[in-house]
T-cell receptor, first 112, second 113 residues
Framework: LAKTTQPISMDSYEGQEVNITCSHN???????ITWYQQFPSQGPRFIIQ???TKVTNEVASLFIPADRKSSTLSLPRVSLSDTAVYYC?????????????FGKGTHLIIQP | NAGVTQTPKFRVLKTGQSMTLLCAQD?????MYWYRQDPGMGLRLIHY???????AKGEVPDGYNVSRLKKQNFLLGLESAAPSQTSVYFC????????????FGPGTRLTVT
């Protein structure tokens, strides 16, 4: 299975905008990209999903370039409570649900 | 509305013992998934189901079996536990398949000694 690649960790400060990029070179042509947030000892929680261009909801934005080989999760004005691990989820081309691949996650640490 | 629940929350097994992990969802979702999460590895798909009575293999199915006899329940079995199966197991469900919005349970922490 092709990999998804994310930075292992990132640091930022309260009130800043944070962008986390996931590379997924072998993504299926007809399916979504989804991002999740996970706190210690909890299951992942859905943040946002998109197919192309830009999607925005009340907590984040998702930017997807035309070739869809990467996606960027944007968190506006982060707070300490945004400290968590963030995962992208895609489906690799040629597979069914068994092609679902989570990235290894980006540990985001927000400082005061 | 409890969402996705998992039983048990913690378990310690000896090598060779068997056990079943239960996942239940009350959202009438068609799709259900079992993942394992190991340090530095992210989440890896073990088995999944696209509806009642169906199951299919994911990325890491060896050593596990599953059953989906009722739409709301998805069971994960370990017939002969091995230390390599020490992990945190998450169940999830979704309305649609593929990388769509999935709802995750709280996880089961399993240790095999």
């Amino acid at each position: 299975l092709a990999k998804t690649t994310q930075p292992i960790s990132m640091d930022s400060y309260e009130g800043q905008e944070v962008n986390i990029t996931c590379s997924h070179n072998n993504i299926a042509t007809n399916d979504y990209i989804t991002w999740y947030q996970q706190f210690p000892s909890q299951g992942p929680r859905f943040i946002i999903q998109g197919y192309k261009t830009k999607v925005t909801n009340e907590v984040a934005s998702l930017f997807i370039p035309a070739d869809r080989k990467s996606s960027t999760l944007s968190l506006p004005r982060v707070s300490l409570s945004d400290t968590a691990v963030y995962y992208c989820l895609v489906k690799n081309s040629g597979g069914g649900a068994d092609g679902l691949t989570f990235g290894k996650g980006t540990h985001l640490i927000i400082q005061p | 509305n409890a969402g996705v629940t998992q039983t048990p929350k913690f378990r310690v097994l000896k090598t060779g013992q068997s056990m079943t992990l239960l996942c239940a969802q009350d959202m009438n979702h068609e799709y259900m998934y079992w993942y394992r999460q190991d340090p530095g590895m992210g989440l890896r798909l073990i088995h999944y189901s696209v509806g009642e009575g169906t199951t299919a293999k994911g990325e890491v199915p060896d050593g596990y079996n599953v059953s989906r006899l009722k739409k709301q329940n998805f069971l994960l079995g370990l017939e002969s536990a091995a230390p390599s199966q020490t992990s945190v197991y998450f169940c999830a469900s979704s309305v649609a398949g593929g990388p769509r919005e999935q709802y995750f349970g709280p996880g089961t922490r399993l240790t095999v000694t």
